[in-house]
C-alpha cells in the first residue's frame, strides 16, 4: 500500500501479532499472526485477501503436529496428522516460517486493526488454526473494518463456538454432519466429492478452473455472509494429501434416506 514506510513495510511483510490468548481447548498458549498486509496474497484460490494463522504460541507449528499439540488450535478436526489424516496446510512452510518471524513481536491489536482498515481487503479466518478459538471482539472489531470475510469452524460441535456461526461456515466431513450442523443453525462447507440438492458446489474449485475466487464470491462468512449456502468443495493439496483425507472421509458413517427421516 502507498504510504508505508521501509520499516513498517518489513514489519507488515513479516506479519502483526494482533491477539495472544489461552485455548478454549486446553489453556495452550496461542497467537493470532495476521499477513497479506503489504505484499498481496499468492494464494489464487482465495485471491488478495488479509491471511490470519492461529498458532501455538509456545512451541513451533512443526513439534506441534508432531506431538499432538495441535490439538490446541485445530480441535478433533479429523484432517489432523496425528489421526492420520491429510490436512492441506504445509506447516513446513508459512506456518514455521511466521512463528519464527513472529516470536519476538510484541502483541498489537491497534497495529493490526489500522493495518486492515488501510489495506481494504476481505479477510480469510483460519488460513491455519480454528479462528473460533479467537475471542469474538477480536474477530468482531477486525472484521468490520475488512472488506468482507470468510472462515470455518470444525468447533461448531462446541456450545461455547456457536458465536462462531453469524461469522463462520462450519466445516462438516460427511453428510450426517451436515444435516447435523445445519439444523443446528450453521451454514456448512463439506469436503466431498459429491452435491447434495441443499447444496452448492464452491466456484472457486480447481474443476471449475476457479472461475470466481473466493474475495469475490465471499459465500463462506457464516450467517452475515452477503448470500450464504451449504457449499462443497472437492478435497484438495497434494496429492498424498488427497488420497490421506479420502481415506479418512471413507471411514465416517454413510448417509442412507433413513437419516432423512
Known amino acids: 500500500p502507498q504510504g508505508l514506510h521501509g520499516d513498517e ?17 486446553d489453556g495452550a498458549p496461542l497467537r493470532l499472526v495476521l499477513t497479506c498486509l503489504s505484499e498481496p496474497s499468492a494464494n489464487t484460490k482465495t ?11 509456545d512451541i513451533s507449528p512443526i513439534d506441534a503436529i508432531l506431538t499432538g499439540g495441535d490439538r490446541s488450535i485445530c480441535g478433533g478436526c479429523i484432517h489432523r496428522r496425528k489421526l492420520g489424516g491429510g490436512c492441506y496446510v504445509d506447516v513446513y512452510r508459512a506456518p514455521t ?36 478459538l479467537l475471542p469474538l471482539t477480536v474477530v468482531r472489531d477486525l472484521t468490520y473494518v475488512a472488506q468482507g470475510h ?27 454432519e451436515q444435516r447435523q450442523a445445519e439444523e443446528l443453525g450453521w451454514f456448512t462447507v463439506r469436503v466431498g466429492d459429491d452435491c447434495l440438492d441443499t447444496e452448492l458446489w464452491c466456484p472457486a474449485r480447481a474443476a471449475a478452473r476457479k472461475k470466481m475466487q473466493c474475495k469475490r464470491c465471499l459465500r463462506c462468512g457464516g450467517l452475515r455472509a452477503p448470500a450464504p449456502r451449504h457449499t462443497v468443495i472437492p478435497p484438495h493439496g497434494p496429492h498424498k494429501r488427497v488420497r490421506q483425507s479420502l481415506a479418512m472421509l471413507n471411514q465416517l458413517p454413510l448417509f442412507s434416506l433413513e437419516d432423512l427421516e
Not at 458465536?163 to 466431513?173: I, K
Open 9 to 25: 513495510r518489513r514489519r507488515l511483510l513479516m506479519g502483526v501479532v494482533a491477539w495472544r490468548g489461552p485455548s478454549q481447548i
Open 47 to 57: 485471491g488478495d485477501v488479509i491471511q490470519t494463522w492461529i498458532l501455538r504460541d
Open 97 to 132: 516460517f511466521l512463528w519464527r518471524a513472529t516470536t519476538a513481536l510484541s502483541t498489537d491489536f491497534g497495529s493490526a486493526l489500522s493495518a486492515v482498515l488501510r489495506v481494504q481487503k476481505a479477510i480469510r479466518w483460519g488460513a491455519y488454526g480454528d479462528p473460533a
Open 150 to 176: 470468510m472462515g470455518f469452524t470444525h468447533l461448531w460441535k462446541e456450545a461455547w463456538a456457536f458465536w462462531a456461526s453469524e461469522w463462520f461456515m462450519a466445516s462438516v466431513d460427511c453428510h450426517r
